[in-house]
């Protein structure tokens, strides 16, 4: 059974940086992708950074590209978001997934979903 569990959020400035953590038990390499989206109240779930299972390669949303670096940690079974430059549309609450889409930005491609965690940005 895989359970991705989300810290790090929390209120920043704008300008600021945060760091996102996604603690994956029971992930495996068959378990998939992983990817981080995010939810701003009143919008739809949006994909933001990806990373590929199979060749590592990263992809990120147009909005964050530049500002927002994915990384997996195999050995310690942990996925990262690093993001700086933060802005006020970043506020949102941020979602780990895990799964083999066939789209890599489609919500009901992923299996498994972490809980969330806010990350609130003001100006």
């Known amino acids: 059974q895989v359970q991705l569990v989300e810290s790090g959020g929390g209120s920043v400035q704008a300008g600021g940086s945060l760091t996102l953590s996604c603690a994956a038990s029971g992930y495996t390499y068959s378990t998939g992708n992983m990817a981080w989206f995010r939810q701003a109240p009143g919008k739809e779930r949006e994909g933001v950074a990806v990373?590929?299972?199979?060749?590592?390669?990263?992809y990120y949303a147009d909005s964050v590209k530049g500002r927002f670096t994915i990384s997996q940690d195999n050995r310690e079974k942990t996925l990262l978001l690093q993001m700086s430059s933060l802005k006020p549309e970043d506020t949102a609450m941020y979602y780990c997934?895990?799964?083999?889409?066939?789209?890599?930005?489609?919500?009901?491609?992923?299996?498994?979903w972490g809980q969330g965690t806010q990350v609130t940005v003001s100006s």
């Open positions: 990373v590929g299972v199979r060749d590592g390669r990263t």
């Open positions: 997934a895990a799964g083999w889409p066939g789209n890599i930005w489609a919500v009901g491609g992923y299996e498994y």
